[in-house]
């Protein structure tokens, strides 16, 4: 099983271009999870897919939108891209359990910087 | 104020030394506690849950205090392969995500 999958793993922008980051797992999990990651900051959650055909924002979802385009991948898009959200983009998924935590599987990150 | 707050470090310790790492959470609506492993520019992994009771697993110690809102993690007997940041996370009541602390910077010295 490859888990948690991203790509691309490293991108370079200019200011106002617009990107896809793609998520994948293979684990059967229900929901997946977009985070970014700036130093000093700690992770910081982005959106999230509680399930296949649902998406909720999570703590900085302004200037991104997410596609749950089935169970397996849940896609992060940068529409017009700022130098702010340079950054490391980690994809995240987890079941879904009733009221219990289930471990959250992350990727190995996208690295991204908007210039 | 953040609402998960841990000391940055880094914490230079030698090998075999036992070190504690201490994180407070601002928002006592809280549920799960855990701490998490972060290698350099790596993703993050689960290292272990917090619970009420305490908990050890091998080397690793977690404990959790509500009443003062505080998790901490101790490492007996440090390895060169314990370096790395460690990340204290909180699951808040009615929210399905993480809470992620800023992380402490373990590096344990031949």
């Known amino acids: 099983n490859a888990g948690v999958t991203q790509t691309p793993k490293f991108q370079v922008l200019k200011t106002g271009q617009s990107m896809t980051l793609q998520c994948a797992q293979d684990?059967?999990?229900?929901?997946m999870y977009w985070y970014r990651q700036d130093p000093g900051m700690g992770l910081r959650l982005i959106y999230y897919s509680a399930s296949e055909g649902t998406t909720d924002k999570g703590e900085v979802p302004n200037g991104y939108n997410v596609s749950r385009l089935n169970k397996r991948e849940f896609s992060l898009r940068l529409e017009s891209a700022a130098p702010s959200q340079t950054s490391v983009y980690f994809c995240?998924?987890?079941?879904?359990?009733?009221?219990?935590?289930?471990?959250?599987?992350f990727g190995p990150g996208t690295r991204l910087t908007v210039l | 104020r953040k609402e998960v707050e841990q000391d940055p470090g880094p914490f230079n310790v030698p090998e075999g030394a036992t070190v504690a790492f201490n994180c407070t959470y601002s928002?006592?609506?809280?549920?799960?506690f855990f701490w998490y492993r972060q290698d350099c520019r790596k993703e993050p992994k689960l290292l272990m849950s917090v619970y009420s009771s305490g908990n050890e697993d091998g080397r690793f110690t977690a404990q959790l205090n509500r009443a003062s809102q505080y998790i901490s993690l101790l490492i007996r007997d440090s390895k060169l392969s314990d370096s790395a940041t460690y990340l204290c996370?909180?699951?808040?009541?009615?929210?399905?995500?993480?809470?992620f602390g800023s992380g402490t910077r373990l590096q344990v010295q031949p």
């Open positions: 996370v909180v699951i808040y009541t009615g929210r399905r995500a993480l809470t």
């Open positions: 995240a998924s987890s079941e879904m359990g009733t009221g219990s935590y289930n471990e959250q599987f």
């Open positions: 684990m059967n999990h229900n929901s």
């Open positions: 928002n006592s609506a809280s549920q799960s």
